[in-house]
């Protein structure tokens, strides 16, 4: 299987980071051996001083697919998650500043945390969708799909242009305001609505 995520896809993200707003979706991919599941626990990497928690939205691609158009895209999932693209941000900036491509501060094993997913009928319009992430209990990031830059629809046509979707896949949606760091001690909690996805201690 293979793990899309897409970067910026949230404006007050953008501006916390700096970054530009940008005029396509940005793609990249992480390998299966960065999946991390079951609320086990994340072990922060040794290279690494500032490994950031960045709560996404998920995607589970149920049908293969290739160029798929944005109108047809929501018959190629059926259910929505919450996972953590975990990120070393002091790699990513060292790599982008010297631009080059930023793997190694991404899809480091472990980096993808896959929760719960919930089947997309008992959530309503998608797009509408919202999820937080609580750190040591305190809210952290609030998400709501509508601010996204590119809908998922958007990204499932874009990615397939590329990429032939198959079923298993994951496609990580974009974080919203409020990444910060992890340390050892720290618990996470994923919700989407009121609803229970991830539950995992940073060790
Ligand atoms: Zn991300």
New binding site residues.
């Given amino acids: 299987m293979k793990i899309f995520?897409i970067?910026q896809n949230y404006s007050e993200h953008n501006k916390e980071l700096n970054s530009k707003h940008p005029s396509e979706p940005v793609v990249f991919m992480k390998p299966d051996t960065a999946l991390l599941k079951n609320n086990k626990p994340f072990y922060v990497p040794d290279f690494s001083q500032d490994l950031h928690y960045?709560a996404?939205l998920i995607v589970k691609i149920n049908r293969l697919g290739k160029n798929i158009a944005p109108k047809f895209a929501h018959r190629y999932y059926a259910e929505i998650g919450l996972g953590v693209?975990f990120?070393a941000r002091d790699l990513q900036r060292r790599l982008k500043d010297e631009g080059k491509p930023w793997e190694i501060s991404k899809a480091f094993d472990n980096s993808a945390v896959i929760g719960s997913f919930i089947p997309v009928d008992a959530l309503g319009v998608v797009q509408d969708i919202r999820f937080r992430l609580e750190k040591n209990g305190i809210i952290v990031q609030n998400g709501h799909a509508a601010d996204m830059i590119f809908p998922i629809h958007e990204l499932i046509a874009y990615i397939s242009r590329y990429f032939t979707l198959k079923i298993g896949d994951i496609v990580?949606t974009?974080?919203p305001a409020g990444v910060g760091k992890v340390i050892p001690g720290d618990n996470l909690q994923g919700y989407i609505f009121d609803q229970k996805m991830f539950d995992f201690d940073i060790k």
Avoid: P, Q
């Fill in positions: 995520a970067g960045e996404e693209d990120t990580f974009g974080t």
